[in-house]
């Protein structure tokens, strides 16, 4: 199986399966001398781990990070670096009943018409826990860019009906309530309306959003490799994203030029937008302005509904799937998108030091 890498300088390499010993990660290109703890990894698995509330699963992991290689005392050492989560909690039995059915919304017919077999328990590869390895490489990209001022922040714009307004967002609100809205009061709305489906044994989906502040201009390629077209594949990588826009994104299909384009201004010697709605990119570069994307994500596919479906005799057969399953991902794919965000800015701003020789000279002229 290939596909498992992301990256060209700052790559990332996911290894591991739902019901297996572990998951992990290997990051390699990381600079030495970067600051790291444990701790500063912890903090972000520890926003994805499931048993958090309600409204995610029981299944009862620590999810605790144990570093392997690629830092001694306290920091980098530019080495390789291989992050372990080991999984604690496994129910395998809990999916018995579809060892040779196809869970309606999975992965589970297209794996086994590739790979000619499945991993039942959980979904394998395939599976959502395969998301730790890229949140442990998040942390460490996100205090890459820490260092030189970036700020990567996710939340949840939406949850099925229920959207948090732009001119309503207080970012302090994030954590204070259990799916992450920037505003607790539609916080609120939403958990009545994820309540109501866990009632019927079902399930929804919604949107994350992710800014960037402090990013210069100049990341990305104009053709191939825009930053656009990076961070689109970085985030439709996450297995429950169906849709992925930057700044208006769709809404610019039904605007003007004269409304869509963002005016530049000089100020303080600076070129600044007074407007955002390309989203922080023009032309496949970063423009120096606040990065907007937005990822449209699923409803969780695993409900405890009789659904239709094929067994791998090609016989018709109903599915009712039990065990322990997120009503609503959202929540904990947040700090996923945030990560697979920093992992792609971290490898952007590495790739940009050669872009001219003025930069080559800057690193290289006191040799």
């Given amino acids: 199986m290939s596909g498992s890498s992301f990256g060209r300088l700052f790559r990332i390499t996911t290894w591991g399966e739902s019901h297996g010993p572990g998951i992990g990660v290997v990051i390699d290109g990381c600079p030495a001398g970067l600051a790291v703890k444990a701790e500063d990894i912890q903090t972000f698995l520890d926003r994805r781990k499931p048993g958090q509330n309600k409204f995610t699963t029981k299944r009862s992991e620590s999810d605790t990070v144990e570093i392997l290689s690629g830092i001694f005392e306290g920091k ?11 999984n604690q ?4 039995r809990d999916y018995g009943n579809i060892a040779s059915v196809f869970r309606p919304g999975h992965a589970d017919y297209p794996f086994t018409e590739k790979y000619g077999f499945r991993d039942y328990r959980g979904g394998g590869r395939s599976s959502g826990r395969e998301t730790i390895g890229r949140v442990a490489a998040g942390a460490i990209a996100s205090l890459l860019l ?9 939340y949840t714009k939406a949850i099925g009906p229920c959207s948090v307004a732009a001119e309503d967002y207080k970012y302090n609100e994030i954590e204070e309530n259990p799916l992450r809205m920037p505003d607790n009061g539609t916080a609120e709305k939403a958990a009545a309306y994820i309540s109501s489906l866990m009632e019927k044994n079902d399930s929804c989906g919604g949107i994350i959003e992710c800014i960037a502040d402090g990013l210069p201009a100049g990341l990305g390629e104009p053709v191939f490799d825009k930053i656009d077209a990076l961070l689109g594949q970085a985030l439709f990588s996450v297995g429950a ?3 992925v826009e930057i700044g208006d994104g769709f809404e610019a299909a039904g605007s003007t030029g004269s409304r869509n384009n963002d005016p530049f201004h000089a100020a303080d010697g600076r070129i600044e937008k007074l407007s955002n709605h390309s989203g922080g990119t023009l ?3 970063s423009d120096g302005s606040r990065l907007i994307i937005r990822a449209a994500i699923k ?6 509904q009789i659904q239709k479906t094929v067994n791998e005799n090609g016989e018709n057969t109903e599915i009712a799937i039990h065990g322990r399953h997120d009503p609503v991902i959202v ?20 790739q940009n030091m050669a872009s001219t020789m003025d930069h080559v000279k800057k690193v290289y002229q006191d040799l």
């Fill in 331 to 350: 929540p904990r794919a947040v700090v996923v998108i945030e990560s697979m965000t920093a992992v792609t800015l971290a490898d952007l701003l590495l």
């Fill in 146 to 154: 820490k260092e030189l001022g970036i700020t990567v922040t996710a």
């Fill in 76 to 86: 980098t050492t530019g080495t390789p670096i291989s992050l372990l989560i080991r």
């Fill in 299 to 304: 409803p969780t596919p695993s409900i405890a």
């Fill in 89 to 92: 909690d496994q129910r395998s």
């Fill in 283 to 285: 032309g496949g570069l």
């Fill in 241 to 243: 994203v169906k849709g």
